[in-house]
């Protein structure tokens, strides 16, 4: 691929596209393979700066991350703490600090930031076609308490209210209201 | 000819049956209030009560020429907290030691797209101004939003009279049960919102921290084509308003969302390749006012979330398929790799 091909790339990736720039970058990324596999590795670099992936990579990247904040001028809070955890202000440029931070770090070095909620100790071998058969699924369980989804399982919990997060931007005529179901969420136990 | 003259007379009785549902003046009341959500500058404590379930919630919202923060805050138990910017949704729940954080499609601001789609849904409700009434001390506008059928709930919502801010809202069942209200106690406008006001008073350390990142910034259009997905059912004045590919940093995996819309309910419908052996939901849930519906389709979850009636999503759920209909086959070609 040429030099300009993989600035179109590293543009899509980076969101900075429109019009008929977007249009042949799309196209582009239909017709060649090779393009496509470059996406990705762009797109990989991308999550990485901006802090998604696997948890087993994360630490070296985080304890970065936490030794420049602490370099970092914080905010004080009026309020005295309440929580356990100490308390410390996130500085409005802390995300393109942290970006640049990473960018700043060889890619070799490169952790990855992401974090796990979820167990990841159950991992199987590659998914194939029969997980419609083998994977567990959680039955319905209509019983409310408090506010949180009428489901058994954490997990699943945990995969709606992150859909939930998502759908929010979008909950039409609750409007300034809609977060307050996240915020809420869980209250009532 | 005589089809061309049945869809016309069909057409003209379907304008002319369903122009006369919405008040040009509640529409307009509507309208301002969207705009006002997202322009005023407030700072209050509202209810927000489902069920048995009653909660206070702080917020703060500042726009300005950097565009717009908002952050709420728990008043009752944990001090949980959702701080909104421009490009990011962190949530913080300390209870359980973790944050989530969102970044927000294409990073430009909040989403506004249903307001705009206002007019759409006047086929589909009926809205009439109700009685002023006052609310957290403020003379308040009432707006009664009646859906033409079960696919969706009703709304009547205040709205202040001076700044036009929604001041109140309850979601309606069909049978006039009130779902969900939120309702302002008390509410300052227009006051100067200091950034300390916008910065989350629990600490980002010993935290668990959760991140999804979109993937690309695409614009809809093109992205209709790259999805393998099709929906074949959506109520009646529902359509596709969004779409975006999220990545989850739990597990790498690409999430593809999609909203539809009638211009005032919304449902997503999340797509979410199997990355591990995890449990999904099998089925309806909800959550107050909320439904969700999940399955598992050719190694994917499927799940329809929104604030429908559960029969809603999961007619919606169940008209879910991939495009290409090849087990195995149906992944998203957009950087995903198989583990």
């Given at each position: 691929m040429t030099v300009n091909q993989n600035e179109l790339l590293s543009a899509l990736v980076d969101g900075e596209l429109q019009g008929q720039e977007l249009d042949r970058a799309l196209k582009f990324l239909e017709s060649n393979e090779q393009a496509r596999v470059q996406f990705q590795q762009y797109q990989f670099s991308s999550d990485v700066l901006h802090g998604s992936?696997?948890?087993?990579?994360?630490v070296d990247l985080i304890d970065r991350i936490s030794s420049a904040l602490d370099d970092e001028p914080t905010y004080q809070i009026d309020q005295a703490p309440k929580q356990k955890a100490q308390v410390i202000a996130f500085p409005k440029q802390f995300w393109k600090q942290a970006a640049g931070l990473a960018m700043a770090a060889s890619i070799g070095a490169l952790a990855v930031v992401g974090v796990i909620?979820?167990?990841?100790?159950?991992l199987v071998p590659p998914m194939v076609a029969a997980v419609d058969v083998e994977a567990p699924v959680q039955t319905m369980s209509i019983?409310?308490?408090?506010?949180?989804?009428?489901?058994?399982e954490a997990e699943v919990a945990d995969r709606l209210n992150t859909y939930l997060v998502d759908h929010n931007e979008y909950a039409g005529a609750s409007g300034v209201f809609s977060y307050a179901r996240v915020v809420s969420y869980d209250a009532g136990q | 000819m005589r089809f061309l003259l049945h869809l016309g007379l069909a057409l003209s009785l379907s304008l002319a049956g369903t122009?006369?549902?919405?008040?040009p003046d509640a529409m307009k009341v509507l309208e301002r209030m969207g705009a006002a959500a997202k322009q005023l500058n407030y700072e209050g404590v509202f209810a927000y009560q489902t069920g048995q379930n009653l909660q206070s919630i702080r917020i703060i919202h500042r726009s300005d020429g950097q565009g717009e923060v908002e952050r709420l805050i728990s008043l009752?138990?944990?001090a949980r907290e959702v701080i909104r910017t421009n490009d990011l949704v962190t949530c913080i729940f300390p209870e359980g030691k973790r944050v989530h954080v969102n970044r927000r499609p294409?990073?430009?601001?909040?989403?506004?797209d249903l307001l705009r789609r206002l007019s759409s849904a006047t086929p589909y409700y009926e809205v009439v101004s109700g009685q002023q009434g006052r609310v957290a001390d403020r003379i308040a506008q009432e707006l009664v939003i009646k859906p033409i059928d079960s696919y969706r709930y009703g709304f009547r919502l205040w709205v202040d009279?001076?700044?036009?801010?929604?001041l109140k809202s309850e979601l309606v069942a069909g049978?006039?049960?009130?779902l969900e209200t939120f309702a302002f106690s008390t509410v300052e406008l227009d006051k100067i919102i200091p950034d300390s006001l916008l910065?989350?008073?629990?600490?980002?350390?010993e935290m668990t921290w959760n991140r999804t990142e979109p993937e690309s910034a695409v614009n809809m259009a093109a992205k209709k084509n790259w999805s393998r997905w099709q929906v074949a059912w959506l109520p009646?004045?529902?359509?596709?308003?969004a779409q975006q590919n999220r990545l989850k940093a739990a597990n790498g995996a690409a999430v593809e969302q999609r909203v539809y819309s009638d211009g005032l309910s919304s449902v997503s419908v999340f797509i979410e390749k199997i990355r591990a052996r995890h449990s999904h939901l099998h089925g309806g849930s909800k959550m107050g006012a909320v439904n969700a519906f999940g399955t598992i389709l050719s190694a994917h979850f499927v799940t329809v979330v929104g604030e429908v009636p559960a029969k809603t999503v999961e007619k919606i759920g169940a008209s879910i398929?991939?495009?290409?209909?090849k087990p195995g086959q149906?992944?998203?070609?957009?950087g995903e790799k198989d583990d």
């Open positions: 992936a696997h948890e087993n990579n994360r909620s979820q167990p990841q100790n159950q019983a409310a308490k408090g506010n949180r989804w009428t489901v058994e | 122009s006369s549902f919405a008040e009752n138990g944990a294409l990073g430009r601001g909040f989403p506004s009279k001076d700044s036009d801010l929604l049978d006039g049960n009130v910065q989350p008073q629990i600490s980002g350390k009646e004045g529902f359509s596709l308003v398929s991939p495009t290409d209909e149906a992944a998203l070609w957009d």
